[in-house]
């Protein structure tokens, strides 16, 4: 019941926001994922904190993404970003939004499919583990299979057992 409550007051919430920005021609929470055009004209100079508020989301308020936080805590000479006060006047940069990329990584390092590995020089039990079982949690096996008392620690030459 508290939950279908939830719903309705979210659902609530984002149409009187459509109504509201009905005039500027945007529809705030629902982004198509291209850049959104900010001009001087349609940030304001400052913003008053209200309850509840961080960065982030006054980032995303203004700029539709809350990577911008950044932007205004640098704007604002922030020493520690995590606050701010209900009622502190933010001064809002006029920057354009943060769009997140993400990149392909491509394991290239080959499989092991011997009982016991070699380590050489930037290995890890962890990146061991993918490669000999494609799981990277079960370096614990590994570490308990060779009786290490500190599994962050291995040394290149090191023989490790590898449990099949």
Known sequence: MVL???VIVVVGI??????????????????????TEVSESTLPKTHSVAKGENLWTIAEKYYGSGYNW?????????????????G?????PN????????????????????G????VKGDNLWNIAVRAYGDGYKWTEIAQENKLENPNLIHAGNILTLPR
């Open 4 to 6: 279908g409550a939830l």
């Open 14 to 35: 984002l149409v009187v926001n459509y109504f509201k920005d009905q005039g500027k021609g945007t529809i705030p929470f629902f982004s198509t994922g291209t850049k």
């Open 70 to 86: 950044v932007d205004i805590a640098k704007e604002n000479n922030l020493t520690n970003a995590d606050v701010v006060s209900e």
């Open 88 to 92: 502190q006047n933010l001064t809002i």
């Open 95 to 114: 920057v354009e939004p943060k769009v997140v990329t993400q990149t392909e990584t491509k394991v290239t390092a080959e499989a092991i499919t011997g």
């Open 116 to 119: 016991t590995y070699t380590v």
